[in-house]
């Protein structure tokens, strides 16, 4: 099952590119986060579903672009608010499955 939209897929495509390959958050996609506000800590389980979703192929994540795709997010409340959504996602599978309490035969 999919985590993220394919708009966020595409878009993180680029900006993730841009965050992890020098020189560092310098392209298109970083100058529209920046341009509402966001910055990379603010999509910390964004990155993360996206690693879950888009199997890596190569040592590189993504790939650059002279355009950054459309924004998936119109503010940085809506970025606030499915990063707080894929938090949870990730604090689920984070669960431990199939813990019991034990408890001690006399």
């Excluded at 910390?44 to 355009?67: L, N």
């Excluded at 940085?76 to 199939?98: F, M, S, Y």
């Amino acid at each position: 099952m999919a985590i993220l939209t394919p708009e966020e897929k595409e878009f993180l495509d680029v900006f993730l590119y841009e965050a992890t390959t020098s020189p560092f958050f310098k392209g298109p996609a970083t100058k529209a986060l920046y341009a509402i506000g966001v910055e990379y800590r603010d999509i910390s389980y964004i990155a993360w579903a996206y690693e879950q979703d888009v199997p890596r192929t190569s040592s590189e994540i993504g790939h650059s672009a002279e355009v950054a795709p459309p924004l998936p997010w119109t503010t940085r409340e809506a970025v606030l608010r499915r990063n707080k959504e894929i938090q949870r996602i990730w604090e689920q599978k984070r669960k431990p499955v199939g813990t019991e309490s034990v408890q001690s035969v006399e």
